[in-house]
């Protein structure tokens, strides 16, 4: 069964560096999302992508947030100057043409930022 | 906006039915879904409902009252592989953006 991956599984970086986060949606998807959930909270929207391009993105996703998609198969999310708050695990998500509901999600990254 | 409300935690028992409530506040109302996330895992689709009544796959079923903004996930002959997270979300018209409830820890017991 296709499925969403993402790599790497877990990422320690200093405050005020950049992360990359990575994932490659299911090869026949066109919808794409990045999530968060800070350690027992909720799963929280950041952005979704479609057609290449930002289609909605939440007041999480400001400034020092940034997706691409730079090839056919990846599609990545770059935080320029990582905070401690961005400690969180971030899942990445895809969903299929007329399937406007059911999105599927990678196992995610846990960020940790010290 | 939306709002989302679940129970924090259920208990049950196996071989039990449990079921988790959710009522939400919403503007343009589409769908709302319910998903499933084990600790340290991703969420997995469990269902989605837009119209109002009862949608059933296997053990698990999804309700839906759009007059009362309300709806339920009903678990059936519980096993332990059961406990775990459960999410509510809702999909606004012209969004294909779920905002996810707090979600409810479910912990079955032997």
């Known amino acids: 069964e296709p499925e969403v991956t993402q790599t790497p599984s877990h990422q320690v970086t200093q405050m005020g560096q950049e992360v990359i986060l990575r994932c490659v949606p299911i090869?026949?998807?066109?919808?794409f999302y990045w999530y968060r959930q800070i350690l027992g909270q909720k799963v929280e929207f950041l952005v979704s992508?479609?057609?290449?391009?930002?289609?909605?993105k939440s007041e999480i996703f400001d400034d020092q947030f940034s997706v691409e998609r730079p090839d056919g198969s990846n599609f990545t999310l770059k935080i320029r100057s990582t905070k401690l708050e961005d400690s969180a695990m971030y899942f990445c998500?895809?969903?299929?043409?007329?399937?406007?509901?059911?999105?599927?999600f990678g196992p995610g990254t846990r960020l940790t930022v010290t | 906006g939306q709002s989302l409300e679940q129970p924090s935690e259920v208990t049950a028992v196996e071989g039990a039915i449990v079921q988790i409530n959710c009522t939400y506040q919403?503007?343009?109302?589409?769908?709302l879904s319910w998903y499933q996330q084990h600790d340290g895992g991703a969420p997995t689709f469990l269902s989605y409902?837009?119209?109002?009544g009862l949608e059933e796959t296997g053990r698990f079923s999804s309700f839906l009252s759009r007059s009362d903004s309300y709806g339920y996930l009903l678990l059936q002959e519980l096993q332990m592989k059961d406990s775990a997270s459960y999410f509510c979300?809702?999909?606004?018209?012209?969004?294909?953006?779920?905002?996810f409830g707090r979600g409810t820890s479910l912990i079955v017991h032997p």
């Open positions: 998500a895809s969903m299929g043409a007329g399937q406007a509901y059911e999105q599927y």
């Open positions: 090869s026949n998807h066109l919808y």
């Open positions: 992508f479609y057609n290449n391009e930002i289609s909605e």
């Open positions: 919403t503007s343009g109302f589409y769908g």
């Open positions: 409902n837009a119209l109002d």
């Open positions: 979300a809702v999909r606004e018209g012209g969004s294909y953006i779920p905002t």
